[in-house]
């Protein structure tokens, strides 16, 4: 058998939480909600790349009278989103200066290397040199330590090459390590060109 117990609107709602207008006034959608709604979905899927403000414009050109915060409010609750933008491919700087658009054409064309930081349980940090051939994308060399140099750098490619031959182009980004001028001088001195990635370049 049920048992039910009398207790004050004001105290349970305290007890559980909800606000007391809650227990009177049942919340009501507006009559135009759906219909809204539908068109805030059609125009996103129009015009992938618009984001709620620029589709308020567009309900507005069409008749809509809506302010920008209610497009939000739906817009956030039918979980829209504008995807993300595809990074340019931007050309990569050549060591003589010039701007090329370089892409591997076979095995040994261009080679990638960069440096991947993380760290241990204990809080400490180590970086990883990860070396590349970016036609097979096979991993050619991975060098581990808590500090790694630009004599790191040397020692990893000079390894490589002794055991698969010179490339034609080594690609990096612009770090002190890629760019100091032993690296540069060494590459050169092998027979190899260096590609650097342009500032803000993926």
């Not at 507006?30 to 899927?45: F, H, S, V």
């Not at 700087?93 to 349980?121: K, M, Q």
Request: charged letters at 30%.
């Amino acid at each position: 058998m049920r048992q039910t117990f009398q207790v004050l609107e004001r105290f349970a709602c305290r007890v559980l939480g909800p606000h007391r207008s809650t227990q009177r006034k049942v919340p009501r959608g507006r009559p135009d909600e759906e219909a809204l709604t539908a068109d805030i979905i059609a125009l996103a899927r129009e015009h992938g790349r618009y984001g709620y403000r620029r589709i308020t414009a567009l309900l507005r050109e069409a008749g809509w009278t809506v302010n920008v915060k209610r497009v939000e409010r739906i817009w956030r609750r039918e979980g829209l989103k504008v995807p993300a933008k595809q990074p340019k491919k931007g050309g990569l700087w050549l060591d003589d200066g010039s701007c090329i658009r370089l892409r591997p054409e076979r095995p040994n064309h261009v080679w990638s290397y960069d440096f991947v930081e993380s760290r241990t349980h204990d809080g400490r940090k180590f970086r990883r040199l990860n070396l590349i051939d970016e036609f097979s994308r096979e991993c050619l060399a991975i060098r581990v330590n808590r500090k790694l140099q630009s004599t790191d750098v040397i020692d990893v490619l000079a390894d490589q090459f002794i055991l698969r031959g010179v490339p034609a182009h080594i690609r990096s980004d612009n770090g002190p390590e890629f760019i100091a001028t032993a690296v540069r001088d060494w590459i050169r001195a092998v027979g190899a060109k260096t590609a650097y990635i342009e500032p803000g370049s993926p």
